[in-house]
């Protein structure tokens, strides 16, 4: 096998959303969105022959890519648990959120993802929900007046879903 049939096989759902959208530059952003909603990430590969497929430059595609905080290079988990720390969920509480996450989840500032690729943890600017303080939410599931009990409770629920182990 040749190796550009190797690599349109490897990208065969990016390939198809690039179609989908007839190739075209303007295209971008929509066309990344699909594509981190694939792999939930953008990794430095896809991002090339994305480039190379809409025939732009290459530092283009990952300016766009790193510009918007949408956007993320480093691969998430399945379950993306965002933690509010704006003013009132910090006040009440957010970081003693966080880091019984990151203890019951064996997790830290610099390693924000467990190795099972099922969690990564979060801290946000503001989730809008300053009433429900402290606020988290698990990729569309919104919990409020969280607290550490809580918080290990809904992932206990989340690994025995899975059927795994936390």
Not at 71 to 77: D, W
Not at 81 to 102: E, P, Q, R
Not at 118 to 124: D, I, N, S
Not at 134 to 143: A, G, K, R
């Given at each position: 096998?040749q190796?550009?049939?190797?690599?349109?096989?490897?990208?065969?759902?990016?390939?198809?959303?690039?179609?989908?959208?007839?190739?075209?530059?303007?295209?971008?952003i929509?066309?990344?969105?699909?594509?981190?909603?694939?792999?939930?990430?953008?990794?430095?590969?896809?991002?090339?022959?994305?480039?190379?497929?809409?025939?732009?430059?290459?530092?283009?595609?990952?300016?766009?890519a790193?510009?918007?905080a949408h956007?993320?290079?480093?691969?998430?988990?399945k379950?993306?648990?965002?933690?509010?720390?704006?003013?009132?969920?910090?006040?009440?509480?957010?970081?003693?959120?966080?880091?019984?996450?990151?203890?019951?989840?064996?997790?830290?500032?610099?390693?924000?993802?467990?190795?099972?690729m099922?969690?990564?943890?979060?801290?946000?600017s503001?989730?809008?929900?300053?009433?429900?303080?402290?606020?988290?939410?698990?990729?569309?599931?919104?919990?409020?007046?969280?607290?550490?009990?809580?918080?290990?409770?809904?992932?206990?629920?989340?690994?025995?879903?899975?059927?795994?182990?936390?």
């Open positions: 096998m190796e550009a049939e190797l690599k349109t096989r490897q990208f065969e759902k990016v390939l198809a959303i690039i179609e989908e959208h007839q190739s075209q530059r303007s295209r971008l929509t066309i990344l969105q699909q594509v981190q909603h694939e792999y939930r990430y953008l990794p430095q590969e896809v991002l090339t022959y994305i480039a190379t497929a809409l025939d732009m430059p290459v530092a283009e595609v990952y300016g766009v790193t510009f918007y956007f993320t290079l480093n691969p998430k988990g379950y993306v648990i965002k933690v509010c720390n704006g003013t009132a969920c910090h006040v009440k509480g957010s970081m003693k959120l966080v880091d019984v996450l990151f203890d019951k989840l064996k997790l830290n500032e610099q390693k924000n993802t467990t190795d099972d099922l969690f990564t943890v979060e801290t946000v503001c989730l809008g929900a300053c009433g429900l303080a402290p606020v988290m939410v698990i990729n569309e599931s919104v919990y409020g007046q969280v607290d550490g009990k809580k918080a290990g409770e809904i992932i206990d629920e989340i690994v025995a879903k899975e059927g795994g182990v936390s």
